[in-house]
């Protein structure tokens, strides 16, 4: 679905070859590490305001300030952070599909190696996401924060978004960036959540950018928005495929185990999350 690849950060944050292959080993180390703990982390979690106050990755704070115009942007989303116990879960589904890649047939298959998006190069973790929206980009502040105001108004005022409970189907699935070298490995929500919750919300997100964006084509609409048919959360991601790789995706998925054998993954959702430059805004459902 475009496919999200501009709404996850990219692990190439090296500038040469060494600083990527330490990365990669760094990345390696803490996802065997993750995939061994099954222990609850005994500190006191950050509080979320805390948290989304301060949204900024390690990679980004020697970046300077992003002021004109064209750089007003948000990203739309669902947000999920792992507990210790469902880290150590996501890091041994990752590395079995890995496994399964470096053992199949097909050369191609053999050269991916997914890295976690749940933790960052050393270790820390990482919060994941299942996008609402692409990357939209505004005029000027105001109307981003109208944008804001609008879908805020919307999703209280409606009778049927409430907060929900996510499923995903017991399956994996490869989805490749068309602006990117990256291919991503998904779990794809199950079709009741797609067909309900999640179609709720986009429809009403959708409206709000209708009013926020007036002389928006169809098309210019479209590019903004998602296909909530293929709703799904990215759990790791390969970077630096070959176009030669990505574009025989289906033949690759099928050199690959499609079924998830560990133990289901559900949470329960009660927000929306509404990036505004460095900082998180909550859309309580």
Known sequence: MELLASNYSSSE????SGSESESDSASEVALVEEAKSEKTNTLSPLPTSIIEKYHLRPDNIM????TTAKNWSTFIYLEWRPTSAE?????KMIMSLNKACQDADLSAARRLSFHPLHLSALGSPLPLHISLSQNVTFVNEQQRDRLYAIISKKIKQSKIIEPFRVKFEPKYQLLASNRTNVVFLTLPLTSEVKRNEISNICAAITDAFKDVFPNFTDAELQNISINTEFAHLSIAQAV???QSTTQYLPLLQSHIP?????????FNISSIKYDKNREVLNIPI
């Open 13 to 16: 944050s090296g500038s040469g």
């Open 258 to 266: 499609t079924r998830n054998r560990f133990e289901p993954i559900e």
């Open 240 to 242: 630096n495929v070959p």
């Open 63 to 66: 970046k300077p300030l992003r």
């Open 87 to 91: 880290r150590s879960l996501l890091s």
